[in-house]
Structure formats: C-alpha cells, structure tokens
C-alpha cells in the first residue's frame, strides 16, 4: 500500500471539520452510482432472470431456489475476509478508503458481466450466472459495501456532524436511486425494454459505466479522521477473538438482531415489488401502478432529510426510530387487508414510509454509536471486523430471501410472460399451455420492435405469496423491531464515552513522543 502515499491518490479534504465539498461530493453525489446500480439491482435482477432469461422452472425450479443461497454463502464468507483485510490495512489515506479506490472499477466491470449471459445451453447459462452473481456481490460490491459503509463511522466523532453524514450518506439512497427506480423504470423504461435481452444489457451497462467516475468523487471527497486519530501501534487479535468481543456486547447484539430482521422484511419487500404491481394490483409493465406505489410511498423519503435529524437530536435516535416502527406496522397492515385497492395501499404506503424514516436516515449513525461505545469498553477499533458482520446478514439474507421467494414462486405456480410476434401467435402459445392472458389480446400494444409480451393470469396461490412478501411480512418484523430498539439505549453515556476516548488517545500518543 506504499503507492497510496503519492499525492495523485491523497484526499481532496485536508479539514479537520467536516466540510461542504465532502458532504455534497463525498457523501451524496460520489456514492450514487454504485447505490443506484445496486437498487435497481435489487428490484430488477431477480425479475432478468425470471422473466427475460426464463430461469424458473430450470432442474424443476431449484437453480433459482439454491443459487442464490450457495452464493450468499460465498459471499459471507469474503465479508469476513474484507472485514479482516480493511482493519489490517494502514495506509496515509485511511484503512478503508483505498479499497474504495478499487472498487470503482471492478463494480462496473462485474455489473456489466451479470446481463451478458450467452445465448446457450441451460447448462452455461446456470454457470455463467453463478459465476458472474459472485464476481459482482462476492468480490466487486462486497469491496465497495465493506468501505462505503465505513465511511460514516470512520469520518469523525461529532455526533452532529455524523449524524449529517448519515442523512446526506442515505439521500443517495433514498432520493437518487429511489427516483430512477420508482418513476423512471416503471413508466418509461420497464414498458420500451419489455423482455428484450440486448435492451436490458444496454440499460445495465450504461447503468454499471456511471459507477465509475462517481465511486472515484466519494474516494477523493471522504476522509478518516477515526483513523488518523490512533496514531499509536493498535492490537492485533485473532478473528475468533473479534467475534466473542462483539457477540458479547450487549449493545453490538442488539444492532445486529434490528438489521437482521429489518432486512429479512426489506428484502422480500424489494423482491416482490415487481410482482405486486403486475399482478395483484396492476397488470403487467402498465407504467402507472408501480410509479404510484413507489412514489407516493415514498413521497416521506424527501420530507425526511428536513425533519429526521431534528428530531433525533431532540428525542434521540433511538426513541424516534421505534415510534417510527409503530406507524411502519401499522400501514404495512393496512396495506396487506387490502392489497387490491390502490388507493388505500397509496395511503398505507405513505403511512408506512413515514415511519421508516428514521430508520433510512440515522441507522449508520446509530451503528457508529455502537462501535464507539465498543471502542470505550474495549479500548480498541474493530470497524472491519464490525462491519463484516453487518454485511455478513445484509448479503446472507438476501440470498436466503431470494431462495424462498423464487421456492414459493415455483410452488405456487407462477407463470413467467411469453413474447410472440402477433395476436394469433400469442392465442395460439396461450392454448397450448392452458393459460389466460391478463389483459385481452386485442388491447396489447407491441414494443417497437412488433414484439409483444404477454403477462398470465397468475394462480391465486401466487398472488397470496406476492402480497405476502411485499406487504404482509413487515407488519411482523416492524412489531419485532420496537421491542428490540426498546433495549438500544446506547446514546444514554455516549458523550461522555466519547470524551475518555479522546483522552486515551492523547496519552497514548504523548507516551509515544516521550518514548522517542
């Protein structure tokens, strides 16, 4: 890592505040790219390989089923070992910044390989998806996830400052690609790419290119100020001793029970998003029902940044975000009695979002409470070795999620869209196979190219296990995480905790200079 010593690589923030530049370049714009890939990732992926590549009832409906879960094993495993590397890493620019470095370009790189699936036999289409779903979230994203999320944590210990941080941080998020993937892809670009393949692999490079060039602003416009603040030697424990020092923390417990379950009921909400509205409560790729779910939902999303830091500030980040989880099960209630009136989801939703919030906005900076009160109690920084954890339940629950919604898909019976060049031929795949169309014939317009893309009436078996995902499971885990946020009192001491901190730091580092 000497090659990070060169001024061509050193950060553009030499302030030992936080300033203007790094929260609107570092911390809002830099991350956009990489964020937005991933969210439209998280919405659409699974939906390419359902509907465009027609992977579902591949081996009887088990690739889709295991893959995604073998994969999440994979890359848990690589979560630990970034984890490892980045707290092993002593470079002039930070610990987890040049790793950053890189992964601006080995993310565009791998996001383009995951739409590229030849036109082949099952067989090397399976393995030609297995092998670039880990090259892009097993090694590329995992890199970039591990840094990125650190960046809060590692930027200072002002609590005002990093709570602003983690607000701009999740506008990103929240605002950039929520934008993109709420309005833009349901009205304009889901209905013109339909299910053509070369579409989709032009949309995603385009998407995977813009990574680049933004990823490299959020490396140059962040600094680790945590970081350069241990300037003496710190000590080296074993991996197995990391985890009994975390795991034994009552606060770091906690934190990872609340990520756990909130991403267990964001995940298949994500995953179902699609399905919902094409099937249960619009029709397919209408332009409209998606756009309307996605936005009015989320219309809270943009009060937020004006409101959210405020309160916490005043209630605590705690205390806001568990009454926030009240109102979140509450809408998701209200919207899964009634999942076929799309007003009343319209309402739901925006209930539902208020409540999540605080959530959206303030997670990072509670988590870096937890890892500074970690740090008092252990006199020690385990950010990698914390962080690996984290993305350990993100990336494991999204491939166990993923498994199970695609198993119960395929149990259901769900009926993936054909193509066909005109209405006859349309009638006449249709009756081969005994299935009705969801929209009459007659009414289907043809994408551009003439092809027109038929959606099934789904079972009812299917439209259950679609609302279920997307609207009934997280009335469940907003109740589980009120009780467990109940318990989260870390911010009671925390100042005064941060303040000991600082004055270990101070004579360690006077010791040091006196030594030499």
Not at 166 to 174: D, G, K, L, P
Not at 274 to 281: A, F, I, K, Q
Request: net charge positive; glycine share 8%.
């Amino acid at each position: 890592m000497k090659l990070m010593n060169s001024p061509l690589f050193s950060s553009r923030v030499k302030s030992e505040a936080v300033t203007k530049s790094e929260k609107w370049l570092g911390y809002l714009l830099g991350p956009a790219g990489a964020l937005l890939l991933n969210a439209v990732l998280a919405t659409y992926l699974n939906v390419y390989y359902t509907d465009v590549l027609n992977l579902t009832p591949l081996w009887g409906g088990a690739f889709l089923t295991v893959f995604p879960i073998v994969s999440k094993i994979i890359d848990a495993i690589t979560n630990v070992v970034m984890g490892q590397i980045i707290d092993r890493t002593k470079t002039k620019e930070g610990k987890a910044r040049p790793w950053l470095l890189l992964s601006a370009f080995l993310v565009p790189l791998t996001g383009i390989l995951l739409f590229t699936v030849p036109e082949s036999s099952d067989a090397v289409k399976a393995i030609w998806v297995m092998i670039s779903y880990n090259l892009f979230y097993s090694f590329a994203y995992t890199i970039f996830n591990m840094s990125h999320n650190l960046m809060v944590p590692l930027s200072t210990r002002d609590g005002t400052a990093r709570g602003g941080l983690s607000v701009f941080n999740q506008i990103t998020t929240i605002m950039m690609s929520g934008i993109l993937v709420a309005l833009v892809f349901p009205m304009v670009i889901m209905p013109m790419i339909g299910v053509d393949k070369s579409k989709w692999i032009t949309l995603m490079t385009v998407l995977s290119i813009l990574a680049l060039p933004l990823t490299l602003l959020e490396y140059y416009f962040t600094k680790e100020r945590v970081t350069e603040e241990a300037k003496s030697e710190e000590t080296r424990l074993s991996f197995g001793r990391q985890m009994k020092i975390l795991f034994t923390d009552k606060y770091m417990l906690l934190m990872y029970a609340y990520f756990l379950i909130y991403t267990v009921g964001v995940t298949l909400k994500n995953l179902g998003l699609v399905y919902y509205c094409n099937y249960v409560l619009g029709t397919y790729n209408d332009g409209i029902t998606q756009m309307l779910v996605s936005v009015i939902g989320g219309i809270p999303m943009g009060i937020g940044i004006f409101a959210v830091w405020p309160l916490a500030k005043k209630f605590g980040k705690r205390n806001v975000t568990m009454v926030g989880f009240i109102l979140y099960a509450v809408g998701s209630l209200i919207c899964w009695i009634f999942s076929r009136s799309l007003v009343i989801v319209l309402i739901g939703q925006f209930i539902k979002n208020i409540g999540g919030l605080p959530c959206a906005y303030v997670f990072m900076a509670l988590f870096a409470d937890c890892l500074d009160h970690l740090e008092w109690k252990k006199d020690l920084r385990m950010d990698g070795a914390a962080m690996s954890v984290y993305n350990i339940i993100a990336v494991a629950m999204v491939g166990i999620m993923t498994g199970v919604f695609n198993w119960m898909l395929a149990k259901a019976g769900y009926i993936a869209p054909v193509t066909a060049t005109s209405a006859a031929d349309a009638a006449s795949k249709l009756a081969a196979n005994g299935w009705l169309p969801q929209v009459a014939l007659e009414n289907l317009k043809p994408a551009a190219d003439g092809v027109l893309t038929v959606a099934m009436q789904q079972p009812d078996k299917v439209n259950w296990v679609i609302s279920f995902a997307f609207v009934g499971l997280e009335v469940f885990t907003g109740v589980a995480l009120v009780v467990i946020l109940f318990f989260l009192n870390v911010e009671k001491k925390l100042p005064a905790e941060q303040a000991e901190i600082r004055a270990r730091h101070e004579a360690k580092d006077a010791g040091k200079e006196l030594a030499e």
